[in-house]
């Protein structure tokens, strides 16, 4: 299932680590797994668990605990607001409210033609800049105002 890149790029983070440590690589081989297939299906977790060589239950343990792993398949876009207290009390609810009218659905849903998936985080370290979102957990926007969440979409929807 995981191509020869992917391997390779799990095999550069596992040698990051004495091999008797090799589970210690288990996150960054989850999300190395993740960004080929775009999502963590039982298969893919138990692909991880025998390269690694750890027990494929440890591996479904982590992706499971840490919300940035997709256990199920996700649009083009995922977009990830912050709704704790402090995101939440500064405009991380009114953010979510104009995504979902804007796109037609709710937390944890897809739009129709696969392109966007909307779901809520918690504390993403950025009380300061809220409210604030991730775009497929790499790309943090800050202080998003109705003008900029429109944009933002705008942008992905091209």
């Given at each position: 299932?995981?191509?020869?890149?992917?391997?390779?790029?799990?095999?550069?983070?596992?040698?990051?680590?004495?091999?008797?440590?090799?589970?210690?690589?288990?996150?960054?081989?989850?999300?190395?797994?993740?960004?080929?297939?775009?999502?963590?299906?039982?298969?893919?977790?138990?692909?991880?668990?025998?390269?690694?060589?750890?027990?494929?239950?440890?591996?479904?343990?982590?992706?499971?605990?840490?919300?940035?792993?997709?256990?199920?398949?996700?649009?083009?876009?995922?977009i990830?607001?912050?709704?704790?207290?402090p995101?939440?009390?500064?405009?991380?609810?009114?953010?979510g409210?104009?995504?979902k009218?804007?796109?037609?659905?709710?937390?944890?849903?897809?739009?129709?033609d696969?392109?966007?998936?909307?779901?809520?985080?918690?504390?993403?370290?950025?009380?300061?800049?809220a409210?604030?979102?991730?775009?497929?957990?790499?790309?943090?926007?800050?202080?998003?105002?109705?003008?900029?969440?429109?944009?933002?979409?705008?942008?992905?929807?091209?």
């Amino acid at each position: 299932m995981l191509s020869e890149q992917c391997l390779k790029k799990i095999d550069r983070e596992l040698a990051k680590y004495p091999a008797d440590q090799r589970q210690s690589a288990v996150m960054a081989a989850l999300a190395h797994a993740q960004v080929e297939l775009g999502w963590l299906s039982p298969e893919t977790m138990h692909e991880v668990a025998d390269y690694i060589g750890m027990p494929a239950i440890a591996v479904q343990e982590v992706a499971t605990f840490y919300n940035m792993y997709n256990l199920k398949p996700v649009g083009k876009h995922k977009i990830t607001v912050c709704t704790n207290l402090p995101c939440a009390l500064s405009g991380g609810e009114r953010a979510g409210k104009r995504i979902k009218d804007a796109l037609g659905i709710d937390w944890r849903e897809t739009t129709a033609d696969g392109q966007f998936t909307l779901q809520e985080g918690e504390c993403m370290g950025a009380c300061g800049d809220a409210p604030v979102m991730l775009v497929n957990n790499h790309r943090m926007c800050s202080f998003m105002s109705d003008e900029k969440i429109d944009a933002l979409l705008e942008e992905l929807n091209k």
